[in-house]
C-alpha cells in the first residue's frame, strides 16, 4: 500500500511570498508525481505533473523531486490570495494515491 | 461545455435506497474512475475502467458497483445506501500517452456530486 504523507496545514504566508508545499512518499516503484489544486467544495484541478528528479517550472509554480529521497515539493512564488486552496500530491500511474492535502492560506 | 459531466450534482436520500451516479465524458479518454473524498480521508479510489469490457475494484469498492455503458460513460451505483456512503464523489478520465521514459496518465476531474444518506 503506497502511503503519501502531507502536512495538513493550514499554511499561512503572505501576498507575494514563496509558498513551500511538501510530500513524502513510501513507494519506490512510482514513475508519475502529481500537483492538484482544489478549492473548497469542487473538484481537484491539475497543476503540475513531473517526472525526472530535478526542478519544473510553470509560471509562478516549480516543481521538485527527489526520488532517493522519496520527496517531491511544490513552490508557489509571489503567492496571490487566489492561491489559497488546498494542494493535494498524487503519484502512481494509472491508479494514483492521493495525499490528504495541505490547505494554504495567502493572507493579503 | 464542461469535458466531464456528473449527474446529479447534489443528492439527499434515506438508509437503503438504491442510488446511481452518473458520469460522461467528452475528452476521448478511454479510462474512467469513481473517487469518493471524506474530510481527513482525502481521495479514496472505488472503481476503475480502462475500457468499455474492463472494470476494476479500487480500494474502497464494497457497498459499490459499476457500469461503463460507453466508452464516454461510466455510472456508480449504491444498492443500498448507507449513512457512512455521504462524501463528496468526483469522476476522473485519463488517457495513456507516450512520452520520454515511463508512460503516464494524467486525470482530469468532473465536478463532483455531494451525496448525502440519511
Known amino acids: 500500500q503506497k502511503e503519501v504523507e502531507q502536512n495538513s496545514g493550514p499554511l499561512s504566508v503572505p501576498e507575494g511570498a514563496i509558498a513551500s508545499l511538501n510530500c513524502t512518499y513510501s513507494d519506490r516503484v512510482s514513475q508519475s508525481f502529481f500537483w492538484y489544486r482544489q478549492y473548497s467544495g469542487k473538484s481537484p484541478e491539475l497543476i503540475m505533473s513531473i517526472y525526472s528528479n530535478g526542478d519544473k517550472e510553470d509560471g509562478r509554480f516549480t516543481a521538485q523531486l527527489n526520488k532517493a529521497s522519496q520527496y517531491v515539493s511544490l513552490l508557489i512564488r509571489d503567492s496571490q490570495p487566489s492561491d489559497s486552496a488546498t494542494y493535494l500530491c498524487?503519484?502512481?500511474?494509472?491508479?494514483?494515491?492521493f495525499g490528504k492535502g495541505t490547505k494554504l492560506s495567502v493572507i493579503p | 461545455d464542461a469535458d466531464v459531466t456528473q449527474t446529479p450534482r447534489n443528492r439527499i436520500t434515506k438508509t437503503g435506497k438504491r442510488i446511481m451516479l452518473e458520469c460522461s465524458q467528452t475528452?476521448?479518454?478511454?479510462?474512467m474512475y469513481w473517487y469518493r473524498q471524506d474530510p481527513g480521508l482525502g481521495l479514496r479510489l472505488i472503481y476503475y475502467?480502462?475500457?468499455?469490457?474492463?472494470?476494476n475494484k479500487g480500494e474502497i469498492s464494497d457497498g459499490y458497483s459499476v457500469s461503463r455503458q460507453a466508452q464516454a460513460k461510466f455510472s456508480l451505483s449504491l444498492e443500498s445506501a448507507i449513512p457512512n456512503q455521504t462524501a463528496l464523489y468526483f469522476c476522473?478520465?485519463?488517457?495513456?500517452?507516450?512520452?520520454?521514459?515511463?508512460?503516464?496518465?494524467?486525470?482530469?476531474f468532473g465536478p463532483g456530486t455531494r451525496l448525502t444518506v440519511l
Open positions: 475502467s480502462f475500457d468499455v469490457k474492463d472494470i
Open positions: 498524487a503519484l502512481g500511474s494509472y491508479q494514483l494515491t
Open positions: 476522473a478520465t485519463s488517457h495513456l500517452t507516450a512520452r520520454e521514459g515511463p508512460s503516464t496518465d494524467t486525470q482530469y
Open positions: 475528452k476521448g479518454h478511454d479510462r
